[in-house]
């Protein structure tokens, strides 16, 4: 139940900060033409974004109820007494309360400026959003480990920026029959998109790494199983990425208003999200899984 | 759009924060005093289990059983407040037999671990520890 919990906390995190921050770093600074329809796609941005932060805030309440039934070792109605107790006395009650913090400040920011509409107020929800984000690291695995730590701290913020700034990117591109502007977007992301891609990669390596120095120690085991399974999935979200960018992208120029390029890439980005965001539900079990012991 | 340097600065950037020394995550037991599967001859004083990931007092707990099942530690099983990774509980006097050691333990992780293992007291030559 826990990482079921932490899965879906995980997802409704990612989806804020990756929004956040496509809409502060990836959507253009001018507003685009009428045609391109930015104003539904400001207000359809602040509603996902509002959608994932409620969402964060039950899931944040669910992992924690599962976490004091998980380390009081009692049912889960038993283990409501003791949610005080996991708060005040654990260093996992100390970062819940301080994402908590963060949460309403970040659920502030969002209600007194919607949809943010200058830079400076859109950078400072996405930092807001990628710290809430990267603070998940604090709480896993590599809690005991400095460096273990930044390692997955760096894996969540390029994994949020990819899944959130999909369902963003999706959002972009139903708003607009431009082509031009769909193609701009598409391609900013599509960037960045790379690079995030190339720091999973590598952090995801790492961290294995740690937890597992052998192959060996993988087959065999639960956890082993779990991000075997991350890693396949991860292969096939690549497939989509690659089909969108080098398959999708360069035939939206050849098109005016929403045609099947433009269509296909629509349909081909949700599809690459809902793999990404099934990457990210198996992510809570190996996050709470334990690691084979060598 | 992104250099082959700015990805080569940010490869070894990542690569620079990781060292040998990587965190095991869960705290599993790494040694006991006594030791799992011991038999020692002075009824030992307490039982002290050293773990690999600093622990959370509030929800580690140790106990220590006779044969029979009757407690036999003085009930005030704790981490130690100088090393985060050493849990301790103090022991009556022990009589020979086999004793068991049972404990469930809650990591900085947030993961709890649980296992047990048994020491001898050994007949005939049982003295108190100093």
Redesign the interface.
């Known amino acids: 139940m826990i990482a079921l919990a932490f899965g879906t906390h995980l997802i409704a995190t990612a989806l804020v900060a990756g929004a956040l921050f496509f809409a502060a770093a990836i959507l253009p600074g001018h507003p685009a033409p009428a045609a391109s329809g930015r104003e539904w796609l400001d207000d359809a941005l602040a509603r996902l974004v509002a959608f994932g932060l409620g969402a964060t805030a039950i899931t944040a309440l669910l992992w924690l109820w599962a ?1 004091a039934s ?4 009692q049912a889960w109605i038993q283990a409501a007494s003791v949610i005080p ?2 708060l005040i ?4 009650g100390h970062v819940w309360l301080a994402r908590l913090a963060a949460m309403a400040v970040l659920a502030g920011l969002l209600t007194v400026n919607r949809p943010p509409n200058s830079r400076l107020r859109k950078g400072i929800a996405a930092v807001f959003g990628l710290v809430l984000l990267v603070s998940l690291a604090a ?7 400095s ?2 730590m ?2 997955q701290g ?1 894996h969540l913020l390029a994994a949020g920026i990819w899944f959130g700034g999909l369902w963003a990117l999706r959002l972009a591109l139903l708003s607009t029959g431009d082509t031009g502007f769909a193609h701009r977007v598409t391609e900013r992301f599509g ?1 960045v998109a ?2 995030a891609v ?2 999973i990669a ?2 995801g390596v ?1 961290n294995a ?3 597992a120095p052998h192959a060996s120690m993988l087959l065999g085991t639960d956890y082993g199983g779990f991000l075997i399974g991350k890693t396949v999935l991860f292969a096939a979200a690549l497939i989509f990425a690659a089909v969108n960018r080098w398959g999708f992208l360069p035939r939206l120029a050849g098109e005016s208003g929403q045609g099947y390029a433009h269509l296909s890439l629509v349909r081909s980005v949700a599809t690459e999200a809902i793999i990404v965001m099934m990457i990210l539900l198996l992510a809570g079990f190996v996050a ?1 899984t ?2 084979p ?1 060598g | ?2 250099s082959k340097r700015g ?1 080569v600065a ?2 070894i950037a ?2 620079s ?3 040998a ?6 705290a ?1 037991l790494d040694r006991a005093d006594p030791a799992v599967g011991s038999a020692v001859t002075v009824s030992p004083k307490e039982v002290r289990l050293w773990f690999t ?2 622990l ?4 580690s707990t140790l106990h220590v059983v006779d044969g029979a099942g009757h407690t036999v530690d003085g009930g005030d099983g704790r981490v130690d407040a100088s090393n985060p990774t050493l849990l301790r509980i103090s022991l009556r006097a022990l009589s020979p037999g086999t004793y068991r050691v049972i404990w ?1 333990v ?8 649980e296992g047990d293992f048994t020491f001898d007291v050994k007949a005939g030559e049982v003295k108190a520890a100093p």
């Open positions: 976490a998980e380390m009081s070792g107790k996991v006395a654990t260093h996992f709480t896993g695995h590599a809690a005991n480990d460096r273990g930044l390692v760096v960037f790379l690079f190339g720091v590598v952090s790492l790494l740690v937890h709470t334990p690691p012991h | 759009m992104i990805v940010m490869l990542v690569l924060v990781i060292g020394n990587g965190a095991s995550a869960h599993f990931e600093e959370e007092s509030a929800f469930r809650l990591s900085v992780d947030s993961h709890t671990t």
